[in-house]
């Protein structure tokens, strides 16, 4: 069993597909990372020798921010935005979209469910 960076790597899984399991590697950086090390063929994770994951673990360790640190540090950008009250920071702090989606329909993963607001008739 791989193991990075505190992450279990899949046994099953084909290795540039395993290390997108590591937050902070998409598609394009586990390729560039495998092609770093110089694993040949994209083998399965369980057919990597001892050595490979050694050289794996090394490459993302030296060049790349993952996990723990990465979240930290995007964690730590949210907050500050939000301290310094700029419109990016606010919409942050209220749960809306912060890239300039329209909100009247859509955004319902950062908005979450309808909320139905209507008037209660009299009986």
């Known amino acids: 069993m791989a193991r990075i960076a505190g992450i279990d790597l899949p046994r099953e899984k084909r290795l540039e597909t395993a290390l997108t399991y590591l937050y902070g590697i998409g598609d394009t950086t586990a390729k560039r990372i495998v092609a770093a090390s110089e ?6 994770v369980r ?3 001892e050595a490979d994951a050694a050289k794996l673990r090394e490459i993302i360790e030296r060049d790349h921010r993952i996990e723990g640190d990465l979240r930290r540090t995007v964690n730590g950008d949210i907050k500050r935005l939000q301290e310094i009250q700029s419109y ?4 942050h702090r209220r749960g809306l979209p912060v890239r300039g989606q329209r909100t009247k329909t859509n955004a319902r993963t950062r908005k979450g469910p309808r909320k139905t607001v209507g008037i209660k008739r009299k009986k």
Do not use: A, F, K
């Open 88 to 91: 990016r920071g606010l919409r």
């Open 39 to 44: 694993i040949t063929g994209n083998p399965r």
């Open 47 to 49: 057919e990597l020798s």
